[in-house]
């Protein structure tokens, strides 16, 4: 790459795409930079659907090819939102070697030996007209989840521009649920060594009505980052109601992590 040029790799939230990422990526391109939008699993225009992931690999395997893909000496900085903060740090377990630095936006953040299932399950008290799918009989756990156009109205894109949720509501698929939170991160090994080996920075939106400001604090406080910056005014969908302060945020981490 060119001097000055920086590799941002963007992951997206649950049931959204690397479509979510379009303002954000024309911008960082715009400033010179090489910039990579992946669909996981059941996402975006990737062809699998939700019900045929069976573990939070095979949600993750595009963003694992692309990392394992990377040329020997490259590091990029790896940019995850919402449920795409897990997928950031799964990446930084398997190739650390390859992160200069992890970005948290606004997004749940796992580390060795911490949960914040029991927190996080409470905050999602009100899904709306958001629809479940039942594998085995309504009974059992969900299997996925389809945000319903109400909750996406006041809970993710509250102060989005109006045209970016109506493109959101054509677009969102549904979530597989993978069940119970520690049992998740257990599958995800994350260890001090690799993942406790990258930089992070959280990016905190005080707006967001869904991972609302109090919690992403109390993750940073209990899984400590490298810096914390705040996008004030921002609701969930930071890359669509704050995209030029957002990439702003990008570029100076980049400049002083990479």
């Known amino acids: 790459m060119e001097k000055g040029e920086r590799h941002f790799v963007l992951v997206h939230g649950a049931g959204h795409g690397a479509w979510s990422w379009y303002r954000v990526l024309t911008l960082l391109k715009s400033a010179g930079h090489k910039v990579t939008a992946l669909d996981l699993a059941a996402s975006g225009i990737h062809p699998k659907q939700a019900h045929e992931l069976r ?3 095979d949600y993750l395997e595009p963003l694992m090819e692309f ?3 990377l040329p020997a000496g490259e590091r990029v900085i790896l940019v995850g939102h919402s449920f795409g903060g897990v997928c ?5 377990e398997k190739f650390p070697e390859k992160v200069s630095v992890a970005v948290y936006a606004t ?3 796992p580390g060795p030996d911490f949960d914040f299932s029991a927190v996080y399950d409470e905050r999602l008290e009100l899904f709306m007209d958001s629809q479940f799918t039942f594998d085995q009989g309504p009974n059992n756990p969900p299997a996925s989840w389809l945000f319903g156009s109400k909750f996406m109205a006041t809970k993710l894109y509250q102060l989005s521009p109006p045209e ?3 493109l959101a509501m054509s677009l969102v698929r549904p979530f597989h649920l993978y069940g119970d939170d520690a049992l998740l991160l257990k599958e ?3 260890t001090k060594e690799k993942y406790g080996s990258v ?6 939106c005080d707006q967001d009505n869904v991972v609302k400001e109090d919690f992403q604090r109390w993750m940073i406080e209990n899984n400590p980052t490298d810096e914390v ?3 004030t005014g921002s609701d969930h969908m930071v890359m669509f109601s704050k995209p030029k302060e957002l990439c702003s945020c990008l570029q100076e981490i980049a400049d002083k992590y990479s």
């Open 55 to 57: 573990s939070l690999s």
């Open 67 to 69: 990392m394992a893909s």
């Open 88 to 92: 950031n740090s799964v990446a930084m």
């Open 107 to 109: 997004a749940l953040m």
């Open 164 to 166: 970016d949720l109506t």
């Open 188 to 190: 995800a090994k994350l």
């Open 199 to 204: 930089r992070r920075v959280y990016i905190v």
């Open 229 to 231: 910056k705040v996008i």
